[in-house]
């Protein structure tokens, strides 16, 4: 193919992308040293530090943004849990159901953050499915509090994100060849020593790959937690959507989105950093 | 023995990790059909009366509207846009490829509520929050990546050699195009234009911030309503509707081009 | 050489990116031929097969076809069949629909294309009523579909890429003395481009050995057997292929091999009587074939049995001499006493090459 005809067909989508995205997250960095013209919606363009500051010299958002990291490490590590054995008997033992449980385990991904939730107050509420089945069968007296705290938010993100930590298990166990545990097997490894020095350090970068998508969905996450937190849980990112929807002051929360973009950047680092000291050392 | 019993756990094991992940989506469908006004369980009742409710409510069907408009729109611009480009990065193979390629998928791994805040503060200096162009240029723009990482595993997977083989036999590049390129990307192309919709169609985080008050998508009205007067029967009908909606399509896609392989 | 071959290529020349893949190669190819295109992988041979499809474009260079210049014209004007190594069948038409693509691109009326299609699956040996998706035959049949292809547009050309690569040993065989016979009966002049000598010496009628993006040597088998022009050639074409003992000339009589040992050979070797002069480093090519072996004797070799195969027909002797290892093919039955032997050369005009330059010193008489 001629480079020409190559450039015409490449550009547009490139070119939108570049203006369209890209773009942005640098308006986004020169935005948060501005600030908001008090009472109005205009822009006051002169350099300040004084939406880190406030960000960092408060504990309503510093409170926000440890409550989020952990959070998103928990969900991370159910997600990493529970996806493991999934992902090994979709691998494994599936057979022909395989592409219709993959199929079905990806719903969360494609409905939407939105429409799980509904569902998940549904369930969660006390009122709900599981309160509601509990206490017809008389385990429990009065409903458990499953909404409006953080365990409600913590099942909602698990429930959102686990696709993302099921695909690239997937791919990688896909590409792993069982002779490697056969031939471990043959040697004298127990199934716990197996996994400990081969299955583990082999899956690595899946299992970083995951957990980073997952970490970072959850980081930036604010439908859900907003829906099932009922306002009770403040994370960052709806700190963020607050101040960009409902309060206007977009200098603020270009400030509070680049503080998530930093963090963010940080957990690609330390999962590059895993990945390569201690990808092949069992 | 033992691995019988050890079998049989690890299938509880699994099914009750799939019924988790599904579990919302069932409750959901189930739901629908509580006839009260507020869901309990066990219901009282069951009863169709919300999914008519929700088909007559005024608001909700200019939502489903719009929804569908901007989905439709968008979905056709991105997988025309994402199959020419992912075609001239796969044929092409120019010289910053992978460059571009990341530049083509990075939606997919930066977050979106960041890029949105920052769009929302664009827009308004250029006048385009709540237009139609400027939600149609958003939405583009997240559901670009999705079309374009399966158009370009879709065309890596197309031998070169059937098309060069097509050309040896008298097929000008038109009739390559037309009779082999275009018929052995034709899964692809269905899997991405159904993977590019469904993300416009249920997306929340990015239209929320941007909508305005003249184009509210269906989950924008549900998004702020449940923040304001918390969760009503209609919308539950509504969301069990499009639930059902993607299970069917992401079934069908399923089993007739393997869609989760492209994801 | 007065009348213009039908197939000509005149330094045509590419490079890919800086690295140069054909140096200038010219090559006369006569209606009706089958020329093998033989060389290791990375050898320009496939680069040259592009070309004349018309999948790529010589940097330089002309390539005429029945006296017309076909350089630049796209691959879908030239009528040339191409059958590809991994056969390249559309996977979403039938059987019959893939052999029957080119003909359609002819704009040909259905009957006469069905005719045509019938006559071509029925040339390669396949039976015309196949309705099957290609995906669902083995890889022997996969490849006839795709020559029946090839073939049914009456190709000018027919360029074979590989052909037999992927296909197991009993059957490469078969086809390829299958290959011949379609050739034998369609006289379609007929490229085939192969890494494989034994496929090129039993296949073709000339064969054009290719290394490193030059072209070494132009000539029929057997030619190309007794004569190879490059030590490269004659450590390359036969099975196993000339053993090349690396050899320094000591004196007018006697060779120094590699750790110092010397060899006084057969007057006819030696040095002197090949124009060899003192100090000057050559490969002596000793085909396994021709090799005895014995006592000691004058003129012989002195060696150590390393290994003995057994091939059915004949034994192959493995044996270390010089620092060098050279295989002996004897008939089976022969009696071998080792360890210790020697090795007899044939005492007539040894084929010796220049160390450095590879090429091929001349015979004295």
Redesign the interface.
């Known amino acids: 193919m001629k480079p020409q005809i190559t450039g015409m067909l490449v550009a547009p989508a490139a070119a939108l992308m570049f203006g369209v995205f890209v773009l942005p997250f640098l308006f986004l960095l020169v935005l948060s040293f501005w600030s908001q013209v008090p009472g109005s919606l205009g822009l006051d363009t002169s350099f300040t530090l004084a939406n880190y500051v406030r960000i960092f010299g408060d504990s309503y958002y510093l409170g926000g943004l440890w409550t989020t990291l952990w959070l998103s490490g928990l969900v991370t590590l159910i997600c990493l849990v529970l996806a493991l054995p999934l992902s090994r008997w979709i691998v494994l033992r599936a057979g022909r159901a395989k592409g219709l449980i993959i199929g079905l385990s990806i719903l969360p991904l494609v409905c939407g953050a939105l429409l799980p939730t509904l569902g998940l107050v549904n369930l969660l509420s006390p009122l709900g499915f599981i309160n509601g089945a509990l206490k017809s069968m008389g385990v429990i007296q009065s409903s458990l509090p499953l909404l409006g705290n953080i365990t409600g938010v913590t099942i909602g993100l698990v429930q959102a994100f686990l696709p993302l930590m099921i695909l690239p298990l997937i791919t990688t166990m896909e590409r792993l060849s069982q002779d490697y545990e056969k031939a471990a097997t043959s040697l004298g490894a127990r199934p716990v020593v197996v996994w400990q020095r081969i299955l583990l350090p082999l899956l690595l970068p899946g299992i970083v790959a995951g957990s980073l998508l997952v970490f970072c969905a959850s980081l930036t996450a604010f439908v859900t937690p907003q829906v099932l937190g009922q306002g009770k849980v403040v994370t960052f990112a709806s700190l963020a959507y607050q101040q960009a929807a409902l309060v206007l002051d977009w200098p603020f929360a270009s400030a509070l989105a680049i503080v998530m973009l930093i963090f963010l950047t940080l957990a690609g680092v330390l999962g590059a950093l895993v990945t390569r000291n201690f990808g092949r050392v069992a | 023995m033992r691995t019988r019993l050890s079998d049989a756990l ?2 509880v ?2 099914l009750t ?2 019924l ?10 189930f ?1 629908a059909f509580d006839g009260g006004n ?5 219901p009282r009742f069951y009863s169709l009366r919300w999914f008519e409710a929700a088909l007559n409510h005024p608001e909700y069907r200019s939502s489903l509207w719009i929804s569908t408009l901007l989905g439709v729109i968008s979905t056709l611009i991105a997988v025309t ?2 199959s ?2 992912a ?3 796969v ?4 010289r910053y490829g992978l460059a ?1 390629e990341v ?2 998928l ?2 997919l ?14 827009y ?1 200096e250029l006048g385009m929050n709540g237009t139609l162009p400027g939600l149609i ?2 939405h ?2 997240i559901t ?2 999705f079309a ?1 990482r399966i158009m370009i595993a879709t065309f890596k997977e197309i ?1 070169p ?2 098309e ?10 038109s ?1 390559v195009l037309r ?2 390129t275009l ?2 990307a034709l899964p692809g192309l269905l899997s991405s234009t159904a ?1 590019a919709f ?2 416009s ?5 990015v239209t ?2 941007i909508a305005g008050a003249g184009w509210i998508t269906f ?1 924008v009205r ?2 702020s309503r ?2 304001t007067e918390g ?1 009503d029967p209609t ?2 009908a509504i ?1 069990a509707m ?2 059902v909606f ?2 069917v399509l ?2 069908v ?3 007739l081009f ?4 492209r ?1 | 050489m007065t009348e213009t071959p039908y197939l000509s290529i005149r330094s045509v020349g590419k490079s890919y990116r800086g690295v140069t893949a054909l140096h200038d190669i010219d090559l006369d190819v006569e209606q009706g031929a089958f020329v093998a295109l033989l060389g290791p992988s990375g050898c320009g041979k496939s680069t040259l097969l592009q070309i004349l499809a018309g999948l790529l474009e010589p940097d330089h260079g002309e390539v005429r076809l029945a006296g017309a210049d076909i350089t630049r014209l796209p691959p879908w004007k030239r009528n040339i069949g191409l059958v590809f190594q991994n056969y390249a069948l559309f996977p979403h038409l039938s059987i019959r629909q893939n052999v029957r693509f080119g003909l359609d691109m002819m704009g040909m009326g259905a009957t006469e294309a069905e005719a045509r299609v019938d006559e071509a699956l029925a040339m390669v040996g396949l039976d015309p009523g196949l309705s099957r998706r290609p995906d669902e035959l083995s890889g022997g049949q996969q490849q006839r579909v795709a020559i029946a292809r090839a073939i049914a547009i009456r190709p000018r050309l027919l360029l074979l890429d590989e052909p037999l690569s992927n296909l197991d040993a009993v059957l490469r065989q078969k086809v390829r003395l299958e290959l011949r016979e379609l050739h034998n009966r369609t006289g379609i002049t007929t490229i085939m481009v192969t890494h494989d000598q034994a496929e090129a010496l039993a296949t073709a009628d000339r064969i054009a050995v290719m290394e490193a993006g030059r072209l070494l040597q132009y000539e029929a088998p057997q030619g190309l057997y007794r004569n190879p022009a490059t030590a490269f050639i004659a450590g390359f074409i036969g099975n196993p292929a000339a053993n090349l003992l690396p050899v320094i000339a000591h004196d007018g009589a006697s060779w120094s091999l590699p750790g110092g040992a010397l060899w006084q050979p057969d007057a006819a070797l030696s040095p002197a009587r090949n124009g060899v002069a003192t100090g000057a480093a050559c490969r002596m090519a000793l085909r396994p074939e021709t090799l005895a072996l014995g006592p000691a004797a004058p003129g012989g070799l002195a060696g150590r049995i390393a290994a003995v195969e057994f091939t059915g027909g004949e034994h192959l002797v493995h044996v270390e001499a010089g620092q060098t290892r050279l295989s002996v093919r004897l008939p089976a039955g022969t009696p071998i006493e080792g360890p210790d032997i020697w090795l007899f050369p044939p005492k007539e005009g040894p084929l010796l090459f220049d160390a450095n330059t590879g090429r091929r010193l001349p015979n004295p008489n």
Do not use: C, E, M, Y
């Not at chain 2, 599904?22 to 469908?29: N, S, Y």
């Not at chain 2, 791994?109 to 664009?122: C, N, R």
């Not at chain 2, 060069?164 to 590049?173: F, H």
């Open positions: 690890s299938l094991v699994v990790i799939l988790f992940i599904l579990a919302p989506i069932l409750v959901l469908i739901s507020i869901f309990r369980f066990p846009l994402a020419l480009a075609f001239g990065l044929r092409g193979r120019p571009l530049l083509l990075a939606p791994t930066l977050p979106l509520v960041v890029w949105a805040i920052a769009l929302l503060s664009i308004a240029l958003a583009v723009t670009l990546p374009a031998d050699r059937l060069a083989a097509a050309k040896s036999l008298g097929a000008p590049p009739a009779r082999i018929p052995l993977i469904l993300v169609f249920n997306d929340v985080v929320t911030l989950p549900t998004f449940l923040r969760i919308t539950i969301g499009i639930v993607t299970i992401i079934v896609g399923q089993r393997q869609l989760s392989r994801l």
